[in-house]
């Protein structure tokens, strides 16, 4: 289980890696029965697939703390904000996007850096999901 920050390469890993790939989009869950619908879709998936790209929503990581599920947590060093603020652009972002992330930035990094129960993976200037997922 990969939860991978906003602009890592989620997408780009699961069109590319030799490895079998199920991209988990939360956007696209019944949100009047969420975060609980995405973990049950995560469990089922399991063994199934090499990896799962899930969300890296606060909601999500708790839930997955709860459910007793190991992942991995993989976001830009904090320092990279205007790296990633140009990714966002780069990609066709909206600009409502690309305000939140910009607007919540330090406070969204602090949280998933002091996520207990995974492991952590920080990627450096340049770096995405294809550099560490190996």
Request: hydrophobic content about 35%; proline content about 2%.
């Amino acid at each position: 289980l990969v939860s991978a920050f906003p602009g890592t390469g989620k997408s780009y890993y699961f069109k590319k890696s030799n490895k079998e790939v199920l991209d988990s989009d939360s956007s696209t869950f019944d949100k009047s029965k969420f975060p609980e619908n995405y973990i049950e879709h995560i469990k089922k998936n399991m063994g199934i697939v090499d990896v799962i790209l899930i969300s890296s929503h606060e909601e999500v990581r708790d839930a997955l703390v709860s459910a007793k599920l190991d992942f991995t947590l993989i976001y830009p060093d904090k320092s990279l904000k205007k790296e990633y603020i140009q990714r966002y652009k780069d990609r066709g972002n909206e600009e409502g996007f690309i305000k939140l992330l910009d607007t919540n930035w330090d406070s969204w990094l602090g949280d998933v850096l002091n996520q207990k129960n995974a492991k952590h993976i920080v990627l450096n200037s340049g770096e995405y999901l294809t550099d560490v997922i190996k």
